[in-house]
C-alpha cells in the first residue's frame, strides 16, 4: 500500500535529518532493514530514512516538519509488534520514527512509588531499575528484553502480571506526548489523584502511535514481594480450572500473582520441542495451571500455597500438584509456559488468535470454538492456552499433523470468522492484549458498532487531522 | 449566567415531557427544588423542566431533541457534587436530566467478577448488592447513602479505599452511554483485556456529564475481606506518618486498605461538636492516622497488625495507638473520620481545598500551606485531614476563635490562591477527587498548559458540537 502521498524528497530527507544530528538518521540499506521488518517476517515495508532524535524537543521538531509535509510516520520502540503495527507499509513514502535513543531511566521516587523515563528504555532496565530500589515494576511480557516502554504503553501491554497489577494503561501515571503537528503536552504527572478535567493520558495509551508520540512517563512502582510460591497444578478441564481459579482468589486475593491455563498438547509440544524440559508430573492430565503466590514476606505466605491446594484437591479441582521447592525450580516451570509460542512452529502452521471473553464464559468459549474448528478442518489440533484469570487466552489451531501448511493457512480467515465469531458473540474481544496494528485493522470493522467506530474517527481527526501518524494501523 | 440561549418554550417543555411520560416531567417548583440547590446551598440555579427518563432509550431521545433545539442540559445524579457540577444556572433556559429512575443492578456475575446496574442506582444499594452476592464493590465515600453511581463515574469518585482499589475509573470495566446527538453507544464489556482501539470509556469518566450521558455501567467486584483491623495511631508529624504508610504498605502490602491522617484540632472539633465522641488514646498528640488492614480471612490477618505497630512504636514512627476489639469499636474509629467535615461548620468559616501532591511531598506541602497561611491571616487554625496515602489531603484553613466569618470568607480566593500555588509548585493538583464543576472552572485556567486546554477543548468540541452537555461546568 501507498499512503497516496509523494515519496518522501531528498531535500526533505536532509531537513529531518538535520533536526537529530549525525548519528540520528539512517539511510543505509542494512541500518534500515532492522526497522522495516516484523520480527516474525509476517510485515515488511520499506523507508527512505528511519529518525531516532536524542530528545522530547527532537520529536517535537520532526513531527512538526512532517505534519507541515504531510509525511506519514511511524512511531517505533523495540518493534516486537505482534499485528504489524511498527512497519510501514512498502510505499517508501513513510518517515520511521525510533525512540530508541531516549533510553534514560530519568528519576526515582520510592516514597511515592512512582518512576520517569524516556519512552526507549528497554522494559527490563525497568525493571531492574525498580529492583535496584527495592521496588517492583510489575509489567512482565516475553519481549521484555527488547521491546521499550513507550511501544508498550502505547499498545497497552499485558502480560503474565495482568491478573494482579493490571495492563499497561494501569501503571502509568503521567505522560508526555508530541502531538501530531508537533506541540509537546506535559502530562508528566506523578499523582493518584487528579480530578482536573479530562484524563489525556487515557488517549494515547493503546492508541498504537496513531494519536501522538510518546516520549515520557511516570510509571508506578509496587512494593517488591518477597515471597513467592510457582505451583504446577492438573486440573480435570477447564471448568475446574475455572472454580480453581475463584477458590485461589477468594483465598489469597491479590496475593493471587499469576494463573496460566494450558493444555497437554501445549506441554507435548514444549518437551518435544525445547531441549532439556520434563514433565513436572507423572502421567498425563487433559489441561494444566501455573500459579503463582506472592507475599511481601515469607511470614505471610506460611502454608497458602499448601492449603489452597489440599483444598482444591478435596473439592476435585485438582488431580495432582507439584510445589517449586527452589527459585531454580520457579523458574524451569514458567519456562514451560514461555516456550509454548516457540514449540509450536516446528509442528506446522498455526492459525494464531488472542481473544477474551467474561471468565465465566472461558470453558464455553474453548468448547465451542474447539468443535467449531474441528468441524471445518477435522484432525485440527487446538491449542489453547494463556492469561485465563483475565478472561484471555491465546487460542491457536495448529495443523493436523503431516497436513499441508500452506493449505492449512490459506484458510486463516475462515478459521478467524469463526473463532472470533464466537468470541465476539460470548460478549468477547478479537484483540485481548495484541492490538490492531495493520493485521486487525480491518477486520474489527465487523465487531465494533457504527458509533464506536464514528467515534474513533472523529477522534483521530481532531488529534491528528492530516493523518501523517502510523496511517493504516489501528483505524 | 445565561448559556446565551433563549428560554426553554412551553412547546418544547410539552415535547420533552412526551418523551418521559406522566410522572417523569417535574415542573412545581416544589417538585424541581431539590434539584436545583446544591446540598451545602452553595449553588442555586432555575430550570423550567427536571425530566427523569425510565430508559435508555428516552434519555436517547430527550438528548436528540435538546440537541436539535440547542437546549442546554444538566446531567445529575444524587445531586452531592461539592463543585457545583450538578446544579443548573440561574437562566431558566436548562434542562436538567436527572437518572434517579434507572436505578436497577440488572446483573451479577460473581466468576467474572462484574455487575450491570443503571446510572442511577444509589451506590449503597450497589454495594449491598455485592455484599449479598459474597463480593466487594469496593467504592466508598461520605455521600455513598445518596449518590449514584453514574455521578460516581462522571466524577471519577475517589474515597477512603482508593489507596486498595484505586478511583472510581478503576472500577468501571464498560459503559453505555448517550451522546450529545441522541446516538447511544454501548460499550458495555465485561472484558479486563480489550484491545482494540482507543479506549472511549475513559473519555467520559470524570467528565462530569460535559461529553455524554453515562447510562449504564459494568462494575469490578471484589472477593470480600472477611478480616480487617481498624487501628487508630497517634503519630509524633507528618513526615512520620509518611514513614509508617512506606512501612505499612511493606509489610502489609494491599492488605492496607485505608490510611487517613488527621490533626489533633479535628480530633477535637469532633469531640466538642458531635455527641457521643471520646478520644480514642490517652494523652494529648498532633497527629493521628486511622489504618486499616484487610485480609481474605482471620488465618491471613494473624498478628499483622500488632506486629506492625509494635515495629512501628520501634522505629519512633508511632507514640501510641490502639486496636479496635469489635465491629462496634471499629465504627467508631471511622466515625471520628467521617464527623471531620461536619464538625468544622460551628467552628465558623472554612476555605476548603481538595489538593494532591505525590506522596513524597505531603509533609512538604502541609508545612508550607500551613506557614503561608498563618502569615496570611493570624490566627488561622489549619485543618488538613484525608487519604494521605494517595497523596490527597483536605486543606481547610478555618477562621481564627471569634473573628468575622463573612470578612474570612472574603479572603477565599486569596487563601487559594496561596494553597493552590503550593500544590502546584509541589507537582500537585488542584482538585484531587471532587472534580471542577462550576467552582474550579476558571481557577484551573492559571495551572493547566495552553496546550491542555486546547485539547480538552478540541475534545469537547468534538463529541458535544453544539454545547449542550452541562456548559458551564468543567471546560
Not at 306 to 328: F, N, P
Request: proline fraction near 5%; charge should be negative; glycine fraction near 10%.
Amino acid at each position: 500500500m501507498s499512503n497516496g502521498m509523494a515519496e518522501v524528497n531528498a531535500a526533505l530527507i536532509q531537513r529531518l535529518s538535520d533536526i537529530v544530528g549525525p548519528g540520528g538518521a539512517l539511510t543505509e540499506p542494512a541500518d534500515v532493514e532492522p526497522h522495516v521488518v516484523e520480527w516474525r517476517d509476517l510485515y515488511r515495508g520499506r523507508t527512505p530514512l528511519v529518525l531516532r532524535p536524542g530528545s522530547t524537543e527532537e520529536v517535537s521538531r520532526i513531527l512538526a516538519l512532517c505534519n507541515e509535509t504531510r509525511t506519514p510516520v511511524v512511531p517505533q520502540g523495540g518493534n516486537t509488534s505482534l499485528v504489524g503495527g511498527s512497519i510501514p507499509f512498502d510505499g517508501n513514502d513513510e518517515v520511521v520514527l525510533s525512540l530508541s535513543r531516549m533510553n534514560r531511566v530519568l528519576e526515582i521516587d520510592p516514597l511515592n512509588d512512582t518512576m520517569l523515563v524516556e519512552a526507549g528504555t528497554v522494559l527490563a532496565n525497568i525493571q531492574q531499575a525498580a529492583d535496584d530500589a527495592d521496588r517492583l515494576f510489575p509489567l512482565r511480557i516475553g519481549s521484555e528484553g527488547s521491546c521499550q516502554i513507550g511501544g508498550n504503553l502505547s499498545t497497552n501491554a499485558g502480560g503474565v502480571a495482568v491478573l494482579r497489577y493490571g495492563n499497561a494503561r494501569d501503571l502509568v501515571l503521567g505522560l508526555e506526548v508530541v502531538l501530531a503537528d508537533g506541540r509537546v503536552w506535559n502530562g508528566l504527572r506523578g499523582l493518584r489523584k487528579d480530578n482536573t478535567g479530562y484524563d489525556l493520558k487515557q488517549l494515547f495509551v493503546g492508541a498504537e502511535g496513531t494519536l501522538g508520540v510518546i516520549t515520557r512517563a511516570v510509571l508506578k512502582l509496587y512494593p517488591k514481594p518477597k515471597a513467592q510460591r510457582t505451583a504446577f497444578v492438573a486440573v480435570p478441564g477447564v471448568r475446574p480450572a475455572l472454580d480453581l481459579f475463584s477458590l485461589a482468589r477468594g483465598i489469597a486475593g491479590d496475593r493471587l500473582t499469576a494463573f496460566e491455563l494450558m493444555p497437554r498438547i501445549a506441554l507435548d509440544m514444549v518437551r518435544k520441542n525445547v531441549p532439556g524440559v520434563t514433565d513436572p508430573l507423572q502421567g498425563r492430565h487433559p489441561w494444566y495451571v501455573l500459579l503463582e503466590l506472592s507475599a511481601a514476606r515469607e511470614s505471610d505466605m506460611g502454608t497458602m500455597a499448601e492449603d489452597l491446594l489440599a483444598e482444591a484437591m478435596e473439592k476435585g479441582l485438582v488431580v495432582d500438584a507439584t510445589i517449586a521447592a527452589s527459585e531454580r525450580q520457579s523458574k524451569a516451570l514458567w519456562h514451560i509456559r514461555e516456550e509454548i509460542s516457540g514449540a509450536q512452529k516446528p509442528e506446522g502452521g498455526s492459525i494464531k488468535h488472542d481473544i477474551s471473553v467474561p471468565v465465566s464464559k472461558m470453558a464455553e468459549f474453548i468448547e465451542r470454538a474447539d468443535a467449531a474448528v474441528a468441524a471445518l478442518i477435522p484432525g485440527v489440533r487446538s491449542v489453547a492456552f494463556g492469561h485465563v484469570g483475565d478472561g484471555n487466552v491465546h487460542y491457536n489451531p495448529l495443523q493436523p499433523a503431516g497436513a499441508d501448511k500452506a493449505a492449512f493457512l490459506a484458510r486463516w480467515q475462515e478459521v478467524n470468522d469463526l473463532v472470533h465469531g464466537i468470541a465476539h458473540d460470548l460478549g468477547g474481544s478479537i484483540s485481548a492484549e495484541h492490538g490492531l496494528g495493520r493485521m486487525k485493522r480491518e477486520e474489527i470493522l465487523r465487531y465494533k458498532s457504527d458509533v464506536e467506530m464514528a467515534m474513533m474517527r472523529s477522534l483521530k481527526a481532531t488529534l491528528d487531522p492530516n493523518g501523517i501518524l502510523n496511517p493504516g494501523k489501528t483505524i
